[in-house]
């Protein structure tokens, strides 16, 4: 499996990328060494850039520069926590097969938890500047429909029920995010706002 060629063909050629995904016999070691490992990266290494020397634009308190040493903490804690939460979501789809007529399949659903989440993972790379934290939630969007494009062909379910399908596992997927991000911000310390709108560690932008 080339890394470049398959994040190509996912992005621009899902449904035929999606047959051969199907049929190749991807172990998780391979998935993750190959595939899961670099590219969830992206988005942790740009952020210690954005978060500790381009900044967070705030309104009325200029830009809040985030420590190297919690902006690098903050950034392993959302790598570690995001390589578990692949595992997580896939564990899920896996397990929500049968209710929508389609065949458990763990080595199957990790391949639709990892291979959807490509786009999300390449727009990471905003990260480098938070302001344009907007690019993400269109790659998000992107990836929700590969979900709908993949579940169906690697978990069997009958096409009539993929959006149903997709419906939950987003739920899911929304709720391990959500748990990512929180934990992965209980190192950042938020700016105090003192009398003068200027507040430690902040400097004018």
Do not use: C
């Not at 991807?26 to 899961?36: D, K």
């Amino acid at each position: 499996m080339n890394l470049v060629e398959r994040v190509k063909k996912i992005l621009l050629q899902p449904k035929s990328e999606w047959e051969v995904i199907a049929g190749e016999p991807t172990s998780a070691g391979e998935l993750y060494q190959g595939y899961i490992l670099p590219l969830a990266a992206i988005g942790p290494l740009a952020s210690i850039v954005g978060m500790s020397l381009v900044g967070i634009q705030m309104p009325f308190m200029g830009t809040f520069r985030v420590p190297l040493g919690g902006a690098l903490a903050s950034a392993l804690a959302h790598y570690v926590l995001t390589l578990a939460g692949v595992f997580v979501v896939a564990l899920i789809i896996d397990a929500l097969a049968p209710a929508f007529g389609g065949e458990k399949n763990q080595a199957q659903a990790l391949k639709v938890a990892a291979y959807s989440s490509t786009p999300s993972w390449l727009a990471g790379v905003v990260l480098l500047v938070p302001m344009l934290g907007i690019i993400g939630l269109v790659a998000a969007l992107y990836g929700l429909y590969l979900l709908y494009l993949g579940l169906p062909r690697l978990m069997k379910a009958p096409p009539e029920k993929a959006a149903a399908y997709t419906a939950v596992v987003v739920v899911v997927a929304i709720v391990v995010m959500m748990v990512i991000g929180g934990l992965s911000n209980l190192f950042i310390t938020p700016p105090s706002l003192p009398m003068d709108g200027i507040g430690p560690g902040m400097r004018g932008g």
